[in-house]
């Protein structure tokens, strides 16, 4: 079965850095499409980033993120990165891995990973 397993994160001072990663099992992870997604409780899920397939490699940000994160995969490795930098007080959130299937220039997702936390604190 499908599993992503996300590792990582933790607490941090505002202007540091994090870094998560998502280890795949369970599917083609290389023709998979890959992102990254984010929750603070009462909140909507917010999409972050994306890293397309082999096929489509792109990489995608969200505008509050660009210039300051990172997303990149190993398809040896099956694992998925997101590189946070000159973090913010509200990049504070649950962080979760997805898969799913590029149809045309959208990725849609069917697979969430538990979630793992990053607090950025003043």
């Known amino acids: 079965q499908v599993q992503l397993v996300e590792s990582g994160g933790g607490s941090v001072q505002a202007g540091g850095s994090a870094n998560v990663s998502c280890l795949a099992s369970?599917?083609?992870?290389?023709?998979?499409?890959m992102g990254w997604f984010r929750q603070i409780p009462g909140k909507e899920r917010e999409w972050v980033a994306t890293?397309?397939?082999?096929?489509?490699?792109?990489?995608t940000f969200v505008d509050s993120v660009k210039g300051r994160f990172a997303i990149s995969r190993d398809n040896a490795k099956n694992t998925l990165y997101l590189f946070m930098n000159s973090l913010k007080l509200e990049d504070t959130a649950m962080y979760y891995c997805?898969?799913?299937?590029?149809?045309?220039?959208?990725?849609?997702?069917?697979?969430w990973g538990q979630g793992t936390q990053v607090t950025v604190s003043s």
């Open positions: 997805a898969a799913g299937s590029l149809l045309g220039s959208t990725c849609r997702y069917n697979y």
């Open positions: 369970g599917f083609t992870y290389s023709a998979a499409c």
């Open positions: 890293a397309g397939p082999y096929y489509s490699p792109d990489t």
